[in-house]
Structures are given as C-alpha cells and as structure tokens.
C-alpha cells in the first residue's frame, strides 16, 4: 500500500511535509481505558491552556501556519477551518471532546497533546487509482487536486448520498473516492473507522520549518501506544512510519 502526495500540492506548499503512521492488526473493538483517560486530560490541558492565553484557536500560533496554508491552496480559512483547529475551538468553546472508539480517541488525543491536524483512515477500504482492488496491496491514499470524477460521501450520509468537490480542490481521495475534503477539512463516511478496523493510517500534516519536531514526536507517541493497547488476540500488531515531503512525494507501507 501507499500514501502520496502530489507534485502540484508542493508546487503551492514547498514547506509541508507529512508524518505517516501505517498500523496493521489492531483490536478496535475493545475500551482502552488508558487513551480514554489520555483524550480526557489532553482536552483538558487544551480548554486550560485557551481559558488562560484568552486566545481564540485561530489566533494561536501553532494554527496561524495551517491558515496561511489554506490560503494558499484557495480554501477561505474563516469558512473552512483545518482539522486541529476544528477540535481545538470546540474544547476552548467548553463543548468536551467526545469518545468515539478507541483508534478515533488516540488520534484525537495526540492531535490535541502536540496541536497538529491527524486524519484517521481505515486503511483496507483503499483502493487502486482505477477504483478496484479495495484493501489490495497496491491500494493507497492520495493528497491531489480534485479531478471531475472525484466523489465525496459526507460524514453520516446515505450509501449513495455524494458531493461533488470542485475540480482543482485539495482533497484526501483514494481511486476517485474522495476521503477528506479541502486538505484537512472534513472527512467521508466512507473509510471512517469502526470497531471492525483492522489497519489505520494516520497522516500528521505539518510544515518542515515550523513544527517538524512535533511531528516526529506524534510518530514516535503513535508507535509506542499502538504496540502496546492495540494488539489483537492471536496477531502481531505493526506499526510502520515514514516522513513524505517534496524530495519523497510517496511512502510505502
């Protein structure tokens, strides 16, 4: 499998680079009450921190890169906020942070622990760039300009129910099955993680010169915590990670 990124969103973001977390033979479907218990006090170390800075989330430094980012991909970031502010405005706002399952939780966790945007994939609904092939070898997840065939199934929607983003967009999308909409704005219904997960990529969007460090620091937390809670009975769960950036555009995994 693979994850890339194309040459054009580097054309326009020469600084962004990705830390890619590839896990296989997790159990999801199990409580872990050690990364309940991590979201719990991250989200609340994040709702402190806000109540005593009195900054709004998109005025906070370590988002002002994203939205100067978004800028730059033609994304109005007063409409269309990245992931981590997404999830930060809501815990400064005293909305909580949710448990959703337990691979979601870490995700959300370590975003909030190092303030950096990270998807959550299912990885075995990925697909061939022709669309076939779902949960193959040669199947992976794509950062591209949207094309006119690309599809986007909003999160909740019925099977069939689809938006169709604007050509030239900056979306997640495996084959033609767009996966996550305006770079790090929203994902799909469809690869959403559920207790029957089995493998997740974890991509952690960052820029080279500002939070690289953070980055990295997410995939060594990632690997840690995944060998140790997610293991399934009878499986060996693997943890693979890698850095794509405009000298690597693709990560094999």
Not at 40 to 53: C, I, Q, T, W
Not at 176 to 187: G, I, M
Not at 206 to 233: C, I, P
């Amino acid at each position: 499998m693979y994850y890339e990124v194309s040459q054009e969103v580097f054309d326009k973001l020469p600084d962004f680079i990705v830390g890619v977390v590839a896990v296989t033979g997790i159990d999801n479907s199990k409580d872990v009450p050690a990364i309940t218990k991590m979201l719990e006090e991250n989200a609340e170390s994040v709702r402190a921190y806000f109540e005593e800075s009195g900054n709004k989330a998109k005025n906070d430094p370590c988002v002002v890169p994203y939205r100067e980012a978004f800028r730059a991909l033609g994304i109005n970031p007063n409409r269309y906020a990245c992931a981590a502010e997404a999830l930060m405005d809501r815990i400064a706002k005293g909305k909580g942070m949710p448990s959703i399952n337990p691979a979601v939780d870490l995700g959300n966790a370590i975003s909030l622990k190092y303030k950096l945007p990270i998807g959550a994939h299912d990885l075995y609904s990925f697909v061939r760039p022709d669309g076939t092939g779902r949960g193959t070898a040669d199947a992976g997840l794509e950062v591209r300009p949207a094309t006119a065939e690309d599809t986007f199934r909003p999160f909740g929607a019925e099977e069939g129910e689809f938006d169709n983003p604007e050509p030239g967009e900056v979306v997640y999308v495996s084959g033609h099955e767009v996966r996550t909409r305006r770079w790090t704005w929203r994902q799909s219904e469809v690869g959403k993680m559920t207790e029957k997960t089995a493998g997740v990529l974890y991509p952690i969007d960052g820029f080279a010169s500002v939070n690289l460090d953070e980055v990295k620091r997410a995939m060594k937390e990632f690997t840690e915590l995944l060998a140790n809670y997610f293991a399934r009975s009878g499986y060996s769960c693997t943890v693979e990670t890698g850095i794509v950036d405009k000298e690597k555009r693709r990560f094999e995994f």
